[in-house]
T-cell receptor, first 113, second 118 residues
């Protein structure tokens, strides 16, 4: 089925370790996004990419980096994980032309110990 | 910057009854989109309903409808004939319409957890 695929679905890291969350969409969407979800805080934007080759900071970018590898893929990297980065991470995509909503991946639950 | 406020952290409703979830937002823009997303325990984000600000008619999708009050910046979700499968976290979200601002990001409220009582 068409959609947004995130990997992994679960991950446990030790403080200071690094990892990359992968995201791919097969809907030919221009725009892609990374959000984190924390209890009582809703979803907050980390980074986004309005089109291939561009990335911009969102509301909570500190501690993260992103790469828009091509139109399909948008990865999120934690260089040195901290317990404050324990969260559920969502990747999403949209056509980027003001139409409709987003399509979300199924999320990654990350725990940093 | 736009903000979205959901003042009801939790709500409950008897099965088959009607419940209304509240959402207010703040913006200086005249054109925008508003959304309600549902997040069941599976964690998947599911689009429930969408409203374009330039449309005066309230959006409706089967048992789900909205009460959009543009002047009051209010966007509530009404669920009629509540079913057990409606139990979930519901998020209100805002999105700019004018892409020239470079701001097509979704801004979310903090969510309302809806419990359905059998």
């Amino acid at each position: 089925n068409a959609g947004v695929t995130q990997t992994p679905k679960f991950q446990v890291l030790k403080t200071g370790q690094s990892m990359t969350l992968q995201c791919a969409q097969d809907m030919n969407h221009n725009s892609m996004y990374w959000y984190r979800q924390d209890p009582g805080m809703g979803l907050r934007l980390i980074y986004y990419s309005a089109s291939e080759g561009t990335t911009d900071k969102g509301e909570v970018p500190n501690g993260y980096n992103v790469s828009r590898l091509n139109k399909r893929e948008f990865s999120l990297r934690l260089e040195s994980a901290a317990p404050s980065q324990t969260s559920v991470y969502f990747c999403a995509s949209s056509e980027g032309r003001g139409q409709g909503g987003y399509t979300f991946g199924s999320g990654t639950r990350l725990t940093v110990v | 910057a736009q903000t979205v406020t959901q003042s009801q952290p939790e709500m409950s409703v008897q099965e088959a009854e009607t419940v209304t979830l509240s959402c207010t937002y703040d913006t200086s823009e005249s054109d925008y989109y508003l959304f309600w997303y549902k997040q069941p325990p599976s964690r998947q984000m599911i689009l429930v309903i969408r409203q374009e600000a330039y449309k005066q008619q309230n959006a409706t999708e089967n048992r789900f409808s909205v009460n959009f009050q543009k002047a009051a910046k209010s966007f509530s979700l009404k669920i009629s004939d509540s079913q057990l499968g409606d139990a979930a976290m519901y998020f209100c979200a805002y999105r700019s319409y004018n892409l020239n601002f470079g701001n097509e990001k979704l801004t979310f409220g903090t969510g309302t957890r809806l419990t359905i009582i059998p």
